[in-house]
């Protein structure tokens, strides 16, 4: 049965609108909510989808032209009656797509292996009765169709030998896909021929960078080209940490809550007094050891990131290094923040751990020589006196400059990092 | 005389009109995020506004002539909207309104009518006397255009819509036929009105008057 598709309403006051463009040709299959076409009526363009399965059969009004509300623009056949049609290949598969469709009806001269119209004329038609009872047998104990298989033997034949190939080799569903679904994409590459030109042009959109992200981009390059970097990288185990935040938090002992950021950052402060190599920096063929410690927070605001500085890590107090980190991220994130708050760090901690990744590795901010890259806390099986346990761990990777830092100098901070965090206790007592 | 009393909306079918301050964006993320919004839309979700300033970009309607862009100052990009070809860059105000026309009638013509009443009610907040050209939809001060309309229509969900020229884009737009339309020029609320406001202040403006024109019941502003 021919279903009729109108020109829609789109307004009370809509007397007519224009056929943009047809999305389905003539002999394309229609699946319900798929799009037909693009109707515009004044300054909108509405999509126009199918209500009804089946084939289109006839475009009565083309791109280009206009018609009156109501009017009949195409009709679908619906797939019942489409059966009776002369195109088979369509209706007996609604479902499909009319690119699905078109690559079904060429995919048996692409899946044959000779490939040729020939092949098809005689060996097709003809295998049940030109296959050997022994091919036969093993065409169906290897599951292998003998319509697909070209044979031999005498008078084309299928034998034993030709099954046996044909079973190890068998038309891939790549293969037979193949030269269909390049014809649908010419088929479609046809109508965008027809279409827009401009829209085929790679679209490249320009945009200029911000004076942060151009800071960024310089320093970042100048970095990754100047300093030969090296990276390692330690699994910390967190359950303890875990335990004493809620501990702590359970106490309300501090002003801030201690999150496991304050952790890292006090006990990154600890370890680098003990490795005074990670806080340096390489100027002029000499190590410049600094002798304060001011921890880097890399923050992300709006397209990129910034950097305060955490003055004096070293000489704070857990309680201290939780509240005055708080209050520098919230006046970063708040754009307030001077000049001063961003220079003078002597390393950089790079927590991504609330962006559930394992690990990373970070690119150095000069003149520092090394950065900390945290990943996510996650319940992990960890191996405990030969037993499987759930454990909260996390991952960190410091990167280096290998100038002034060898992998045993990296190890030994890491190291003194994962006995300090495993060991928290050590964190709240130290003043 | 004041407004007919309506009778009152049940709670579930209040009306929330999200406005989303999308800042300087290029034009390719703003239309994943109308995509995304209009999805929401799709799925029952309120309508949005979202307001943003583009990177210089040319874009052509899907019945676009591309004759109509006489030189590539800045990339061109054919999208799904209604219109000819027209100019976005920085200095210019563009709402993309994400709206279900299904559920306020089904009238794609009454739609683009609210949008010129829009631009020209903030016109008029601006000082600037605006209107609307019979058979040529978008808004104009005489014979130049003062915003540009332009809507791809889904399933009734309305994307793309206005662009309210806010500072002086002649240079700009010289090298396009704004719409396909030669001998019309185009103007902005600098130009018609001697001072130059700052595009912050037009955007909570439109905000407000959309909400109002369009009778929300809530309006949730968010963004930069």
């Given amino acids: 049965m021919s279903v009729e598709i109108v020109m829609p ?19 394309d299959v229609v699946t319900r909510g798929e799009v037909l076409a693009e109707v515009e009526t004044d300054k909108a363009d509405m999509e126009l989808e199918a209500s009804t399965e089946g084939v289109l059969r006839e475009i009565t009004v083309k791109e280009g032209e206009s018609a009156a509300v109501g009017a009949v623009i195409a009709l679908v056949e619906e797939n019942g009656a489409a059966a009776a049609s002369d195109r088979p290949s369509g209706p007996k598969r609604p479902t499909t797509t009319a690119g699905a469709r078109a690559s079904d009806s060429r995919s048996r001269r692409t899946a044959s292996p000779a490939g040729s119209a020939s092949h098809e004329s005689t060996a097709a038609p003809a295998s049940e009765g030109k296959a050997t009872p022994a091919a036969r047998k093993v065409a169906a104990e290897r599951g292998v169709d003998l319509q697909t298989v070209q044979g031999s033997g005498p008078g084309g034949r299928i034998v034993t030998d030709d099954v046996e190939a044909a079973a190890k080799h068998p038309p891939s569903r790549s293969e037979r896909d193949a030269a269909p679904a390049a014809g649908a994409e010419v088929d479609e590459g046809a109508t965008r021929t027809s279409g827009a030109r401009a829209a085929r042009a790679p679209l490249v959109e320009r945009q200029e960078l911000s004076r942060m992200r151009q800071s960024i981009a310089r320093r970042m390059s100048e970095a990754f080209r100047d300093i030969p970097h090296f990276y390692v990288t330690a699994e910390i185990d967190m359950t303890e940490a875990a335990r004493l935040k809620d501990a702590l938090l359970r106490g309300a002992l501090f002003a801030t809550p201690i999150s496991y950021t304050h952790m890292i950052l006090k006990a990154t402060a600890l370890a680098l007094t003990r490795h005074p190599r990670l806080n340096a920096s390489y100027r002029d063929d000499a190590i410049e050891l600094k002798g304060e410690v001011n921890l880097g927070m890399a923050v992300a605001v709006e397209d990129g990131l910034i950097v305060p500085v955490l003055r004096r890590v070293d000489e704070m107090s857990l309680a201290e290094v939780a509240t005055a980190a708080r ?4 006046q970063a994130r708040r754009g307030r923040f001077g000049r001063e708050d961003l220079s003078g760090g002597t390393f950089t901690v790079s927590n991504m751990g609330m962006l559930d990744i394992e690990d990373f590795a970070a690119v150095i901010n000069p003149p520092q020589a090394a950065i900390l890259a945290v990943g996510s806390i996650k319940e992990r099986a960890v191996v405990r006196d030969g037993v499987v346990v759930p454990r909260r761990t996390m991952r960190v990777t410091v990167s280096c400059d290998h100038r002034i830092i060898d992998g045993v100098v990296a190890g030994g901070f890491l190291e003194e990092l994962k006995r300090l965090l495993e060991n928290p206790i050590v964190l709240v007592v130290h003043e | 005389m004041g407004p007919a009393v309506p009778m009152p909306a049940p709670a579930a079918s209040r009306r ?28 029952g979700g309120d309508d949005h506004l979202l307001l943003v300033e ?122 396009i036929v704004p719409c396909g339309l030669a001998a019309t020029g185009v103007t902005s609320l600098a130009e018609a009105s001697g001072r130059c406001p700052d595009l912050d202040t037009v955007a909570a403006v439109v905000g407000a008057v959309f909400a109002a024109r369009f009778a929300y019941d809530a309006v949730v502003e968010c963004g930069s």
Avoid: C
């Fill in chain 2, 54 to 175: 583009h990177w210089p970009i040319i874009t052509l309607g899907r019945g676009g002539d591309e004759r109509h862009v006489l030189r590539r100052s800045a990339p061109v990009v054919r999208v799904n909207r209604g219109g000819d070809v027209t100019y976005h860059g920085p200095g210019q105000l563009v709402g993309y309104p994400i709206v279900d026309l299904a559920r306020r009638g089904s009238d794609v013509h009454r739609y683009l009518r609210d949008l010129e009443a829009v631009v020209i009610e903030v016109a008029a907040r601006f000082g600037v006397v605006a209107e609307r050209r019979p058979g040529f939809t978008g808004v104009w001060v005489g014979h130049d255009k003062l915003a540009a309309i332009g809507v791809g229509i889904r399933r009734w969900v309305t994307m793309h819509g206005f662009a309210l020229n806010v500072a002086d884009l002649r240079g700009a737009f010289a090298a």
């Fill in chain 1, 327 to 330: 209050r520098l991220v919230e």
């Fill in chain 1, 9 to 27: 309403k789109l307004s009370d006051t809509m007397e007519e609108g224009t056929i943009l463009k047809w999305l389905k040709h003539v002999g």
């Fill in chain 2, 16 to 43: 929330t009109l999200h406005v989303e301050h999308l800042g300087r964006r290029a034009y390719l993320e703003a239309l994943a995020v109308q995509t995304a919004r209009r999805d929401g839309v799709f799925a």
